[in-house]
């Protein structure tokens, strides 16, 4: 091979290597475009940036959520959840899943299917309305008891936690767990939910009649005759398990009569001690556990006697009256227990009129009279 051929030859190699490189490069470069554009899709749903209002996040999800999606659409609220709001700071929209809605439609009595929640707006609007709180909250916020804030249908939400192994659940109005909490927008949050909430439509005198284990107070509550002397539409009611009343002895509503009722006095009458006993019961509005005022207060009850509560580093109930034990403290202190706790697993219980909230001793403005020898 002469000295030119040998020129062309590895001129010819040399510049398919290069085409090569060149070709490989823009391929390499393409792909990288590809990949970047892909990440920064305006089309991808990326409410962790908080780039997104509540209504584009439902728009992008709406098969997982089509149930919740269509009710918010149909209700005219899906409009209101892509803008701000005007009277306050954001939204919280409470979103139950497909399933949640399934398993609504299959306990109510009154819905056949899916389709007939459409045919009354006096059922699809409130409902609706009642998941939309009108303020943007973060579970952070929410307080043992119920959100100071109300839905779009003027109620309050009740919220409590509980433990399950090492996971922290937190149930909304008792009943609809937090499956996925704290989804941030830029007009507030939305928490997703495994059931729907449901605005109670029984009383807290119904919640009494409905539990066996409160049949004691239930039915004194019935012979008293404080429900139709009842003056408050909204009222809390603090409840002893009929457990409460058998460490006293007392086993039946006869027994209650007997140790506390005033002789010679009708029992529903005002000044009868077993009158005031019930009424001792009934707190005059709406407490739930975060309610209580921080400190000492008193508070009006049915029986005409106020009753004091303390909130501080311990939730004390009518201090002072009785004393049910000694504990000793974390400094080896014995500490007198003169005063009632809640029960805090079975407080803040929703009812059309206002909270239940068991307790843990008898509930009396005075010291309960002894069982005679």
């Known amino acids: 091979m002469d000295a030119k051929r040998i020129i ?15 070709f490989s490069f823009l391929m390499l470069f393409t792909i990288s475009v590809i990949l970047v554009s892909c990440k920064s899709d305006p ?32 209700s005219k609220l899906l409009n209101t959840l892509c803008g701000y709001n005007p009277y306050g700071d954001g939204y919280t929209l409470f979103l139950p899943t497909n399933g949640a809605i399934d398993n609504f439609i299959q306990q109510n009595p009154d819905l056949v299917n899916f389709e007939e929640m459409f045919l009354d707006t006096n059922i699809l609007y409130p409902f609706a309305r009642y998941h939309v709180v009108k303020k943007r909250l973060h579970t952070d916020e929410f307080p043992d008891g119920a959100l100071r804030d109300s839905t779009l249908t003027g109620d309050r939400l009740a919220t409590g936690f509980f433990t399950d192994g090492e996971n922290q659940i937190i149930n909304i109005n008792n009943t609809a767990p937090i499956v996925e909490s704290n989804l941030k927008f830029t007009n507030g949050f939305i928490h997703i939910i495994s059931e729907v ?44 398990h009929d457990s409460i009343y058998n460490k006293k002895g007392i086993y039946t509503v006869q027994d209650l009569i007997a140790r506390v009722a005033t002789p010679g ?16 019961h009934f707190v005059g509005g709406e407490y739930y556990l975060s309610d209580f005022n921080y400190g000492d207060k ?68 005075e010291p309960f009279p002894q069982k005679p020898e």
């Open 8 to 22: 062309k030859y590895w001129s010819r190699k040399l510049t398919d290597i290069q085409i090569q490189f060149i």
């Open 197 to 240: 909430l449901q605005q109670p439509d029984f009383t807290g005198f119904d919640f009494l009649q409905q539990n066996e284990e409160y049949s004691i107070l239930s039915e004194a509550v019935e012979i008293s005759g404080i429900k139709k002397q009842m003056w408050w539409k909204k009222y809390s009611i603090l409840a002893e």
């Open 265 to 280: 006095k009708k029992l529903n009458d005002k000044f009868n001690s077993f009158y005031r006993f019930v009424g001792y």
């Open 43 to 74: 089309h991808e749903p990326s409410w962790s940036e908080e780039t997104q209002t509540i209504c584009q996040f439902l728009n992008n999800n709406q098969q997982e959520y089509s149930k919740s999606y269509r009710i918010l659409e149909e």
């Open 298 to 365: 008193d508070y009006a009850t049915m029986a005409s006697t106020p009753l004091t509560v303390i909130v501080g580093t311990k939730f004390k109930i009518n201090p002072g009256i009785e004393t049910f034990g000694f504990e000793v403290s974390g400094t080896g202190d014995t500490i007198k227990v003169d005063y009632i706790s809640p029960v805090w697993k079975e407080c803040n219980t929703m009812t059309s009129t206002g909270p239940v909230h068991s307790i843990t001793e008898l509930l009396h403005y």
